[in-house]
């Protein structure tokens, strides 16, 4: 951003977290620096941010096709809208010439995310995916560690998170919990897919062999659950084994009864890497008996993404995680919906002692809640350590797994 006279900032999304994303860019601005042009939200007349926008006079449209088919630019499209925006708001930005931050998931669907590298080199400009932790220098040191083969060949990896949810969190919005919105888009919301994103993306994120790069997935088996009456899953196990031969165990809920996690694992041939398990910092212990602590990935400003947008769009700085990054995550939630069974399939656990259990709007299952945390010690899934109610999922292969359903992309001119 040097020597700039002032950089456009254009924000679609002001409800759920874009509020707090508004609050961020409209501390960044000053003289001659960051200027919030717009923002694209056809609800936010009805929304908290409602009385600041018009206090700040800021314009705000009902599309980012409505922004930018007026003759306005943005340097910066910031993307904090509903997953089925993502990736028609990525591609409208980009093909303004505009450079974008978009929230996680980049898109549903991992076609989409490959018509959005696509269109992100036609236009020559960059595109960022807000997975905070991939910003934080507590990962970023941690991964160039690894990368480096400080503790040797990465083997085994694990993380766990349990986030307690209610019935408003699932009514919050209307595809809350949904595979696809009113409006028949892809959404494939599950705990893999939003709240708990970040950490199924940081193992891939850590073991990528570039800093901008995650592990590709190469096989997949996963199991869905639900204890909420929706059409997707409120609970996901899986285990992702990558090209690399590196498995990867991924365990989420938000049907249980407290917060666990997040916590992640990870066994080298000369050492291990944890957090979370009684710790609140990233520590590796080598082959010698060495402790590095790396700090917490909390550490940081979860905002810290946003001024690294700012940097890389300005041309001062790198882009540590984008599409090519992000892509491991969607390719493995769209996985994950193939391998549940009866396509995708979900297993929903009746009420009962090893059941459903309910309390001021909140469902939970405690059987559910040990087999996670036992599968999780144990290195398994829930179906093999002999939980009667679980439910094997089958294979995947993701080798050349490019478009969602079924895998390979339809025969042109089809569907």
């Not at 050492?271 to 520590?283: A, I």
Request: hydrophobic share 40%.
């Amino acid at each position: 951003m040097t020597n700039r006279r002032r950089f456009d900032v254009l924000l679609c999304g002001v409800g759920g977290y874009g509020f707090y994303y508004l609050e961020q860019i409209l501390k960044s601005r000053g003289p001659g620096d960051v200027r919030l042009c717009g923002v694209v939200d056809p609800f936010a007349e009805k929304g908290p941010s409602r009385e600041r926008l018009r206090a700040e006079r800021i314009p705000v449209f009902s599309s980012s096709e409505d922004f930018f088919t007026g003759g306005r630019s943005a340097d910066l499209t910031v993307i904090a809208s509903p997953i089925a925006d993502h990736a028609a708001q990525t591609m409208t930005a980009l093909q303004a010439g505009s450079h974008v931050l978009c929230e996680k998931p980049l898109a549903a669907v991992v076609q989409d995310v490959d018509e959005l590298i696509r269109a992100r080199d036609a236009a020559g400009r960059r595109l960022l995916v807000g997975f905070q932790w991939s910003f934080s220098r507590s990962v970023q040191r941690l991964k160039a560690d690894i990368r480096r083969g400080r503790l040797g060949r990465p083997l085994r990896a694990r993380t766990l998170c349990f986030w307690p949810r209610d019935t408003e969190y699932y009514r919050r919005n209307d595809w809350a919990g949904r595979l696809r919105d009113p409006r028949g888009r892809w959404v494939l919301d599950s705990p893999a897919q939003n709240a708990m994103a970040h950490f199924l993306h940081n193992l891939l994120y850590l073991l990528g062999d570039q800093t901008e790069t995650s592990a590709v997935p190469a096989r997949l088996e996963a199991e869905l659950y639900r204890i909420y009456p929706l059409e997707n899953a409120d609970s996901a196990a899986c285990r992702v084994i990558t090209a690399g031969g590196v498995e990867c165990l991924f365990y989420a809920s938000h049907a249980v009864p407290s917060d666990v996690g997040p916590m992640f694992a990870i066994d080298f041939e000369e050492g291990r890497v944890v957090f979370g398990e009684g710790e609140d910092t990233v520590t590796a212990l080598d082959a010698a008996g060495r402790r590095t602590d790396y700090g917490s990935p909390e550490d940081d400003d979860q905002f810290r993404k946003l001024h690294a947008a700012l940097a890389a769009a300005g041309g001062d700085g790198p882009v540590v995680c984008g599409p090519e990054a992000a892509r491991s995550h969607t390719l493995c939630v769209n996985g994950i919906q193939e391998s549940a069974a009866a396509g995708p399939g979900v297993l929903e656990l009746r009420p009962g002692p090893a059941g459903r259990q309910t309390a001021e709007g909140r469902m939970w299952s405690e059987a559910l809640a040990d087999a996670m945390s036992s599968a999780y010690r144990e290195g398994r899934l829930p179906s093999e350590i002999g939980v009667a109610w679980a439910e094997k999922g089958r294979p995947v292969d993701l080798t050349e797994y490019a478009h969602f359903p079924g895998g390979r992309p339809p025969p042109q001119g089809k569907g």
